[in-house]
């Protein structure tokens, strides 16, 4: 009982350098990751430095916010099981979006699979500050990006600034699916040639 009382109490003790680690890899103020997470500038000062031994309740919006599993924030051991498991999210559209990346910050990727859609529909349009790369896997995907309205079917790409108003779906001939690397501004996606 005592050893595992020790080990958990090292393991706690180490996820305050790790939250630091963590919020200056993504140029964060104490202040700044207070407002994103609800835990306060001094709680999150008194878990950084040890002072404070994290709750559950504190752990998971710090999880959140950085972009990490519990279990990478507390340096769990691994189960010996390779498999990874991606966890799909649901569109509203009918459609899911899976996350292939957990670090925060940088670019991240992204696999999108959108339903059926209608060639004649007038799309709403959006913009936000990045770059995005997008590669088609399978099926046709709709692209309107400013004037244009492209179709792009397996194996072909496209890279552009996200604040041109852009919209992504399928067409009327099924179902899409497609990567797509998103980087905040500045961040973009670098092929290298043979």
Not at 137 to 155: C, F, K, M, S
Not at 177 to 191: D, K, T, V
């Amino acid at each position: 009982m005592t050893d595992l009382r020790e080990q958990a109490d090292r393991t706690l003790d180490a996820v305050g350098p790790r939250l630091r680690a963590l919020r200056q890899r993504r140029g964060l103020t104490l202040g700044e990751l207070a407002d994103e997470t609800g835990v306060s500038t001094s709680t999150l000062s008194r878990l950084e430095s040890g002072l404070r031994r994290p709750t559950l309740e504190q752990l998971l919006p710090l999880t959140r916010a950085h972009g990490v599993t519990l279990d990478e924030l507390v340096d769990a051991p691994a189960t010996g099981d390779p498999r990874v498991h991606l966890r799909p999210v649901a569109t509203g559209d009918g459609g899911s979006v899976i996350a292939l990346t957990r670090r925060p910050g940088g670019i991240q990727a992204y696999k999108f699979v959108l339903p059926t859609g209608r060639d004649d529909a007038r799309p709403t349009l959006r913009t936000h500050e990045g770059h995005d790369w997008a590669y088609v896997l399978d099926g046709t995907l709709r692209l309107v990006l400013g004037e244009h309205d492209l179709r792009l079917g397996p194996g072909e790409a496209v890279e552009f600034d996200t604040r041109t108003p852009h919209w992504f779906g399928a067409t009327s001939a099924g179902p899409v699916e497609f990567l797509s690397l998103i980087g905040r501004q500045g961040q973009r996606a670098h092929l290298g040639a043979p």
